[in-house]
């Protein structure tokens, strides 16, 4: 079993910056694959950032290339979002999920255990 529960969010103008957190309990945590998923109001859950266990492979969704970054501390049990020049569009509450597999992937219907969320609101 593992519990996620992600912080950092909040509001923020145009252009500016924060960084999510997602901790994790587990003592198995290093070996889940992890991803960011957001939903803005009024529409479906996607995908934003995925990263392998062993932290070499990362994928992103392209809106977000070149402005957002994924990272984790292992030893922390912790996954991350940095998330530079945001945008209105990036509004959204942001969940992280954990998957126990080698593989990285964008469908939220691959990832076992979600976090409850943390709203980010960009404002213009």
């Known amino acids: 079993q593992v519990q996620l529960v992600e912080s950092g969010g909040g509001l923020v103008q145009a252009g500016g910056s924060l960084r999510l957190s997602c901790a994790a309990s587990?003592?198995?945590?290093?070996?889940?694959?992890m991803g960011w998923f957001r939903q803005a109001p009024g529409k479906e859950r996607e995908f934003v950032s995925a990263?392998?266990?062993?932290?070499?492979?990362?994928d992103y969704t392209d809106s977000v290339k070149g402005r957002f970054t994924i990272s984790r501390d292992n030893a922390k049990n912790t996954v991350y979002l940095q998330m530079n020049n945001l945008k209105p569009e990036d509004t959204a509450v942001y969940y992280c999920?954990?998957?126990?597999?080698?593989?990285?992937?964008?469908?939220?219907?691959?990832?076992?255990?979600w976090g409850q969320g943390t709203p980010v609101t960009v404002s213009s």
């Open positions: 999920a954990a998957t126990q597999s080698f593989r990285i992937s964008r469908l939220g219907t691959e990832y076992t255990y």
């Open positions: 990263m392998a266990w062993s932290g070499g492979r990362t």
């Open positions: 587990g003592r198995t945590f290093s070996t889940y694959a």
